[in-house]
Nanobody, 123 residues
Framework: VQLQASGGGLVQAGGSLRLSCAAS????????WGWFREAAGKEREFIAA????????AYADSVKGRFTISRDNAKNTVYLQMNSLKAEDTAVYYC?????????????????WGQGTQVTVSS
């Protein structure tokens, strides 16, 4: 397994969760990391991305100001801190890695995917 996402669960609206994505050393050497989510009946959508080299980040407008993506190079792990959660944030969250691209936002630009972790926000 190259990517392992964890940290999902059930939380009340307004609450917080932190997702983690642990990677093998080889996979962690990818240029960029991202988080996507897929709600029931909807397409998978981009949430956030971070550059492994300089730590630059990019966010979808729907989560900007509420979610924060970060990385720990020593632990080969990427995080997604989610605050002020809303019912519409309910989805399966996936982490992904892009070997060469810088802060990609499209699914096709990522080379590796984790298995997904369920986040449910009750209103």
């Amino acid at each position: 397994v190259q990517l392992q996402a964890s940290g999902g669960g059930l939380v009340q609206a307004g609450g917080s969760l932190r997702l983690s994505c642990a990677a093998s050393r080889r996979t962690y050497s990818s240029a960029s990391w991202g988080w996507f989510r897929e709600a029931a009946g909807k397409e998978r959508e981009f949430i956030a991305a971070i550059s492994r080299s300089d730590g630059s980040t990019a966010y979808a407008d729907s989560v900007k100001g509420r979610f924060t993506i970060s990385r720990d190079n020593a632990k080969n792990t990427v995080y997604l801190q989610m605050n002020s959660l809303k019912a519409e944030d309910t989805a399966v969250y996936y982490c992904a890695a892009a070997r060469l691209r810088y802060l990609p936002s499209r699914m096709g630009e990522y080379d590796y995917w984790g298995q997904g972790t369920q986040v449910t926000v009750s209103s």
